[in-house]
Nanobody
Framework: QVQLVESGGGLVQAGDSLRLSCAAS????????MGWFRQAPGKEREFVAA????????YYADSVKGRFTISRDNTKNTVYLQMNSLKPEDTAVYYC???????????????WGQGTQVTVSS
């Protein structure tokens, strides 16, 4: 069993940066690939980024490529999402999740955090 807790969300202006953190407990994160997803009001949850268990491979949605960076520190059991050049359309609740492989399909993720709100004003 893995417990995930996100933090770092908030209200920012367009063009600003935020770094989200996802702290894990219960089991070491080295057993899992990790992903970030987001869900805006009235929309389905969508893939944002994923990282392999070692951190050697990363994947991004086209909408965030070049602006967001996913990383992990397995010694701290924590995954990060650095978000730069934020846009109003990035406004959503952001969730981290754990899976056996780094894939964009949310159905493959077994463990989820409670989410953290990111609001980007124009």
């Amino acid at each position: 069993q893995v417990q995930l807790v996100e933090s770092g969300g908030g209200l920012v202006q367009a063009g600003d940066s935020l770094r989200l953190s996802c702290a894990a407990s219960g089991r070491t994160l080295t057993s899992y690939a990790m992903g970030w997803f987001r869900q805006a009001p009235g929309k389905e949850r969508e893939f944002v980024a994923a990282i392999s268990w070692s951190g050697g491979s990363t994947y991004y949605a086209d909408s965030v490529k070049g602006r967001f960076t996913i990383s992990r520190d397995n010694t701290k059991n924590t995954v990060y999402l650095q978000m730069n050049s934020l846009k109003p359309e990035d406004t959503a609740v952001y969730y981290c999740a754990a899976a056996r492989t780094a894939v964009p399909d949310s159905r493959r993720y077994s463990y989820w955090g409670q989410g953290t709100q990111v609001t980007v004003s124009s």
